[in-house]
Nanobody, 127 residues
Framework: QVQLVESGGGSVQGGDSLRLSCAASGRTFSTYAMYWFRQAPGKERDFVAGIKASGASTVYADSVKGRFTISRDNAKNTVYLQMNSLKAEDTAVYYC????????????????????WGKGTLVTVSS
């Protein structure tokens, strides 16, 4: 069982930066690939970024490539999302998720592949 708690959301201006954190409980955190998704009002939940259990590989949605960076610290059971050059279209609730399978890595993750979810943190970007 993995429990996830996001933090770091807030209201910023376009061009600003934010860093989201996701703290995980449990001893098995380091065996799960971790992902960030986001959901804007009235839209579906979309993939943002993912990182392998070891941290050795990452994958990004085209819309955030070059602006967002995902990282993890397995010693601290935490995954991060550094968001730079924020745009109004980045406004959404951001969710942290753990893969439904241990030791598995997806380069095209979708919501139903995830086994565990946090409750989300709201990011609002004003233009």
């Amino acid at each position: 069982q993995v429990q996830l708690v996001e933090s770091g959301g807030g209201s910023v201006q376009g061009g600003d930066s934010l860093r989201l954190s996701c703290a995980a409980s449990g001893r098995t955190f380091s065996t799960y690939a971790m992902y960030w998704f986001r959901q804007a009002p009235g839209k579906e939940r979309d993939f943002v970024a993912g990182i392998k259990a070891s941290g050795a590989s990452t994958v990004y949605a085209d819309s955030v490539k070059g602006r967002f960076t995902i990282s993890r610290d397995n010693a601290k059971n935490t995954v991060y999302l550094q968001m730079n050059s924020l745009k109004a279209e980045d406004t959404a609730v951001y969710y942290c998720a753990a893969d439904g399978l241990r030791f598995f890595w997806r380069t095209h993750p979708i919501s139903r592949d995830m086994g565990y979810w946090g409750k989300g943190t709201l990011v609002t970007v004003s233009s």
